[in-house]
């Protein structure tokens, strides 16, 4: 299938092993995951960001194996969660980049259209969460504060 703004089509990627077992050599012990985890989430380190520094530095493949679910949920648990999810916020910073670069840039017409597409995305995943209770329902993206949406 091809991507949604492009006529690039492809799926080339890592994927994850099928099989669901935890290594041998993993030397860490569930609690001292959740405990690992909930020291980065105080770090303000977002979940991704979490499971990339558990990866590389800590030698966790897969938190999800080890504990029985995923580091989004040890953060509920724990109550160190974030108000938006964190590719909506990733998808505000953008919006932000981009408008700031429009506004230096007032002849660049693709940063027009990103604006645009950027908006519809942050759209579209907004209609999701408000499908699933994440967000309420009356959540509104506003161009003029996006700002404070990160805050």
Known sequence: ?????SKSKGKASSHKPIDRTVPEWVKYSPTEVEQIVVKLAKQENTASKIGMILRDSYGIPSVKDLLGKSINDVLKEKKLVHKLPEDLMA????H???IKHAEANKHDMVAKR???LVESKIKRLANYYKAKNILPKDWAFDRTQAKLYLE
């Not at 299938?1 to 703004?5: D, E, G, V, W």
């Not at 998808?91 to 953008?94: P, S, W």
């Open 1 to 5: 299938m091809a991507r949604m703004y």
């Open 91 to 94: 998808l505000i910073q953008r």
């Open 96 to 98: 932000i980049a981009v």
């Open 114 to 116: 990103g604006i645009t």
